[in-house]
């Protein structure tokens, strides 16, 4: 067997080579709408690989292929973006279809168009076609999701793609607005800045004229209804590094990359390779999307993690008691814009529906009693507003110049891009469109003065930007990413920087890293938190053979991995979760970060009496739940992710899976109650060196129909921490084939 250090993936692959074997037979279809055949090459993991001779022939291909693997995942992401739920759920769904409505892309349809690439309408209107075309060769038969629920899918547009609610969950600060002033008037300052610091520090100083009695947790139950999962009735933070030559043992950079979003069934991210004249990329996206968000191409990997940008602000309009279609803006009356809607809802007779918006933006809550009108600014509202359509010339790039330039055209969400290229250089961007303010933006503003108006956009080159840094590697991870000296504000509230610190602590250790050095780091669960609680725990005193005296032994010799079958991990979770209403009786529902949450522990004059008695209300609750026998106490007994199907049929839910880490390791496993339910469902490691020895995952399969082979087949893999090829060359992709199948015109 060829030596793991040469070939890494040999050690994290499904299978344990790639051998030639004879080819699968073909399957052909004949799909009206393509000008020429297209081939599709599908391998052992449920990849399509698509070779087309044009442009508009490869995406409609791609949105054949991803309406095929995925056409219920794709049916509801168009409904949740285009205000079309209540047609399928009922009356239950009219506030998000509100939203969804309200959000839209109002603006120049060109401009629209053009900012995402030149050829970006030729593009998003193939892949509606290709989506189209798969839904009219059904002939009326529906797909198990659909007969189970009794509606049938409905066709695209091209205009489909560009829905903007996907990007209000990750532009969420106008949620955190509305939350922070609750908290404000709760807390006071002194606590806030205390136990919520913003960074860089600036004072929580309300905004002049803001009346604390018009912010209600009312303001965003549409907001928060329209981005969350969808659920039909029934039984019901990222990472990214890269490393130059000189840190590799192939003397070029490897780029690994496992954003952090739902971990869901279906996968949030589909994986596709393109193949057609100015296209070879490979990589993942949502399916619902053409191209690819993440990957590389023939000269260039680039992988993202959010980076947090403030891109919203929440605007308190008054309203005239005498007309409410009147609101005050800078001394005068204005008219506030009316659209009427109708939207169908199942079961019942269609609602009309009044779409308001102000000069800020889209009205999402209006109070009669007390006059008010809540406005959302928000960058989604320009061209080129749609969330990764911009990935569209990110993946064509060829070099450093070409990458910035395509990233100066992405605007939502904001990202941290990671880059690296064949010629040995690596970068970073932090991408997307960042308004510049007079204030800080942490609070809700009153829209009456004309005080808070965004001036205008930072450009791409005051973005904090590197290229081929001296410590020769780039990490990011939702942390605070400003450089020294940094004069711009980008934010005040970021992901703790822990994951970033680990990462940071491998990659500095003075050694060459191989893809196989990578999987172990995506996977790592050691916690840096839990190794500051087990310094502070040198300094407790207790009872002498005591069992708090044993525990406390075991925690000083702790490796502080929080691995599935660690008892410790256990322990320490739950001691965590009983120690801050104890100490911060004042927070309710709110989450305090270990460090914020160790340093109220270490100023505590009652410190060791807090301890006791929450390390004893954690034995008794891990008693309650696992017994008295302490050798099933282990963190992956309670520490689990379920795969649920969406569609409420627990017939096609997956069994429930044991998992390592919170949400403060590499291995980011964050979820209430202990459950996993956010990390990377996909994960790529790129070798620039050979691309066909990069390596990935996307649990819990590539394609989402129930009982395919492919639909669960990557989750033991990814639960155990393997990996499986990415084959990039023609020559990789006929070995690894699986399946082939033949679109005719």
Not at 648 to 667: E, Q
């Amino acid at each position: 067997m060829p030596h793991p250090r040469r070939f890494p993936w040999l050690l994290f692959a499904f299978l344990p080579a790639l051998p030639v074997h004879s080819a699968p037979p073909t399957k052909e279809v004949t799909l009206p709408g393509l000008r020429q055949p297209v081939e599709i090459l599908r391998d052992r993991w449920g990849v399509p690989h698509i070779y087309a001779a044009n442009t508009a022939d490869l995406f409609f291909a791609q949105g054949y292929i991803a309406a095929a693997d995925r056409l219920f995942q794709l049916d509801v992401w168009r409904r949740t973006g285009t205000g079309k739920l209540s047609e399928v759920l009922g009356p239950s769904a009219l506030a998000r279809d509100r939203i969804a409505r309200l959000v839209r892309y109002r603006g120049d349809w060109n401009q629209e168009w053009k900012s995402y690439s030149p050829d970006a309408k030729q593009i998003a209107s193939s892949f509606a076609g290709g989506i189209n075309a798969y839904i009219r060769a059904l002939h009326g038969k529906r797909p198990p999701e659909f007969e189970w629920l009794n509606f049938d899918p409905g066709l695209w547009a091209p205009e489909d793609v560009t829905a903007r609610v996907a990007g209000l969950l990750m532009t969420g600060n106008a949620l955190s607005e509305v939350s922070r002033t609750l908290d404000f008037v709760r807390l006071g300052p002194a606590a806030m800045e205390r136990l919520f610091p913003p960074d860089p520090p600036v004072a929580l100083e309300l905004p002049q004229g803001l009346d604390l009695s018009d912010v209600t947790v009312a303001i965003m139950k549409d907001y928060t209804a329209a981005i969350g999962s969808v659920r039909f009735p029934g039984e019901q933070g990222s990472n990214n590094w890269v490393v130059d030559g000189t840190l590799s043992v192939t003397g070029k950079p490897i780029l690994a990359n496992d954003p952090h979003r739902p971990v869901q069934l279906p996968s949030l991210r589909k994986t596709v390779h393109l193949v057609a004249p100015g296209w070879d990329v490979i990589g993942a996206g949502e399916p619902a999307l053409p191209g690819v968000a993440l990957g590389h191409n023939e000269n260039i990997a680039f992988g993202f993690t959010i980076v947090g940008i403030d891109q919203q602000d929440l605007y308190v309009e008054k309203l005239n008691p005498a007309n409410p279609d009147e609101y005050r803006y800078r001394g005068e009356w204005r008219k506030l814009t009316v659209e009427h809607a109708s939207i169908a809802v199942r079961g019942a007779s269609p609602r009309m529906v009044d779409l308001k918006y102000t000069l800020h933006g889209p009205v999402i809550y209006e109070d009669d009693a007390r006059h008010r009108a809540y406005a959302l600014k928000w960058v989604g509202e320009q061209a080129g507003g749609a969330g990764y359509l911009a990935a569209l010339s990110l993946a064509r790039a060829a070099n450093w110049s070409q990458f910035k330039s395509a990233v100066s055209a992405y605007k939502v969400p904001s990202e941290n891009l990671v880059y690296a290229d064949k010629q040995g250089n690596i970068g970073w961007i932090a991408a997307g469109l960042a308004p510049v303010r007079g204030w800080s933006g942490l609070f809700p503003v009153p829209g009456d003065t004309g005080a808070y108006e965004w001036s205008r956009y930072l450009t791409v080159d005051e973005h904090p930007i590197e290229f081929n840094p001296p410590r020769h590697f780039i990490a990011t991870a939702n942390h605070k990413i400003l450089p020294p000296h940094y004069n711009h504000v980008l934010s005040y509230y970021w992901a703790a920087p822990t994951r970033y610190e680990r990462i940071a602590e491998v990659l500095s250790s003075g050694r060459k890293f191989d893809l196989a050095d990578f999987a172990r780091l995506q996977q790592d669960a050691v916690s840096l938190p839990a190794r500051r609680f087990v310094e502070f725990l040198k300094t407790w005193k207790t009872e002498p053979n005591s069992e708090a005296a044993r525990i406390r032994q075991q925690f000083l010799a702790w490796d502080c991995n929080l691995s599935a079958g660690s008892s410790l991990a256990l322990i320490y979770e739950f001691w965590l979760s009983k120690l801050q209403p104890k100490l911060l009786q004042s927070i309710r529902g709110a989450h305090v970060e270990p460090a914020i949450l160790q340093r109220e522990l270490a100023a505590s004059p009652n410190s060791g009496r807090i301890l006791s008695e929450s390390l004893n209300e954690a034995l008794a609750a891990i008693r309650a739940q696992l017994g008295n026998d302490p050798s099933r106490w282990t963190w992956g007994s309670v520490h689990q992710i379920r795969f649920q199907h969406p569609s409420g049929n627990r017939k096609w839910d997956l069994p429930a899976v044991a998992r390592s880490g919170d949400a403060y390791t590499v291995n980011a496993t964050s979820g209430a109650n202990f459950q996993q339910t956010n990390g990377a469902s996909y994960r790529q490691i790129i070798d620039v060196s050979n691309w066909d020895r990069s390596i990935m995952t996307n649990v819990p399969g590539e394609v989402a129909i129930p009982g395919d082979k492919h639909y669960a087949d990557l989750v033991d893999g990814w639960a155990a921490g393997r990996y499986h090829p990415m084959p990039f060359s023609r020559q990789a992709v006929e070995a690894a084939a699986g399946e082939r199948i033949l679109l005719k015109p």
